[in-house]
């Protein structure tokens, strides 16, 4: 049924509850991993070198979100691929998805994002929109 799943992970505690979940499906079904998270690319700056030190900041603390993920991956037996994409996030993962055949996507419901999910909307609604292949979306108690 899923053969690559698209897991979209920031680090927070609903990315983790989505990260198990993408696992028991990996496991279940025999299904390909892969973990990403969003650099996402600021809307308004005054330079490229602001952009690039933004991009730089959010590479180095996914990056180590990531390896984490990776790691309770190998714990149950699955190999995970995991990278960093800059973007903004639910864009991002939908065009993923389509361009590269997965056939699942998996995020948590709330994320890092704070205050711009309340002025911009919730990633995971938009990531629902946008997605043409079915899309997981792992609620948690606040």
Do not use: W
């Not at 909307?121 to 043409?132: F, I, N, P, W, Y």
């Amino acid at each position: 049924m899923f053969n690559k799943i698209l897991l979209g992970y920031d680090g927070s505690p609903y990315a983790r509850k989505a990260l198990m979940i993408a696992l028991d499906l990996a496991k279940k079904y025999g299904a390909e991993v892969t973990a990403v998270s969003i650099a996402h690319i600021p809307d308004f700056a005054d330079s490229r070198d602001e952009v690039n030190g933004v991009l730089e900041d959010a590479r180095r603390f996914f990056e180590k979100a990531l390896e984490e993920a990776k790691t309770l991956a190998t714990q149950e037996g699955i190999a995970m691929t995991t990278r960093v994409v800059p973007g903004h996030p639910a864009d991002t993962l939908a065009r993923l998805a389509e361009e590269e055949g997965y056939d699942l996507i998996i995020l948590g419901a709330r994320g890092l994002s704070g205050i711009k999910r309340f002025l911009l909307g919730s990633v995971s609604e938009a990531v629902v929109r946008l997605a043409k292949c079915p899309v997981l979306i792992v609620k948690g108690k606040s």
